[in-house]
């Protein structure tokens, strides 16, 4: 089966300027995570989708950081404007809900540096 | 709320030797999963191996296996026979159902020729 799908893989802006990444989930998977990895540390949880409906914002900086996921397949993340401190992996992943197969995918992420 | 902690940074063994990464976790639920990620330079997160909380039995995969202590919430990953490719980062997992899935901060294992 196909991964999850990210693009783009880096990306290099300035301060203040606006982002956005992309994420195609793992067919039929009705989760999706959005996670922030700074160097050295953890993913840390965005948002979490369910289908089109969000479950979990709650790290979410909501004054800079928006996300959607239109039609419950494919999401967006979007930052405006963003800040040195949001230099980081950006991980998307999506899980089933039923079945057996109760793990995580991870796409391979996008690295954002800020300058 | 849900908390994983990994309470080592950084891990260093000798090839072939035998490695255990530790991990300690807490939730309210009685149905959650448990997971091992192992996260390679490339930083694609691949599943390493899984546990279900209602089973007893510890799970194995190959080299890898768990000691699962719900009782006392702890998830430790067994890596026997280590080979230089197991060198990553190993981050530990909690989910439950379809919530939230938190991570501890991750263990660098290196594997030394």
């Known amino acids: 089966e196909a991964g999850v799908a990210q693009s783009p893989r880096y990306k290099i802006i300035e301060k203040r300027q606006s982002v956005a990444f992309w994420c195609n989930p793992i067919?039929?998977?009705?989760?999706l995570y959005w996670y922030q990895q700074i160097l050295g540390q953890g993913p840390k949880l965005l948002i979490q989708f369910q289908n089109n409906g969000v479950v979990d914002d709650s790290q979410l900086p909501k004054d800079r950081f928006s996300a959607e996921r239109l039609k419950g397949v494919d999401s967006t993340l979007k930052i405006q404007p963003a800040k040195l401190e949001d230099s980081a992996v950006y991980l998307c992943?999506?899980?089933?809900?039923?079945?057996?197969?109760?793990?995580?995918?991870f796409g391979q992420g996008t690295r954002l540096t800020v300058v | 709320a849900q908390t994983v902690t990994q309470s080592q940074p950084e891990m260093s063994v000798q090839e072939a030797e035998t490695v255990t990464l530790s991990c300690t976790y807490d939730t309210s639920e009685n149905n959650y999963y448990l997971f091992w990620y192992k996260q390679p330079p490339s930083r694609q997160m691949i599943l390493v191996i899984r546990q279900e909380a209602y089973k007893q039995q510890n799970a194995t995969e190959n080299r890898f296996s768990v000691n699962f202590q719900k009782a006392a919430k702890s998830f430790s990953l067994k890596i026997s026979d280590s080979q230089l490719g197991d060198t990553a980062m190993y981050f530990c997992a909690l989910g439950e159902g379809a919530q939230k899935l938190v991570f501890g901060q991750g263990t660098r294992l290196t594997i030394n020729p």
């Open positions: 067919s039929g998977h009705a989760t």
């Open positions: 992943a999506s899980r089933a809900v039923r079945g057996t197969r109760t793990e995580a995918f």
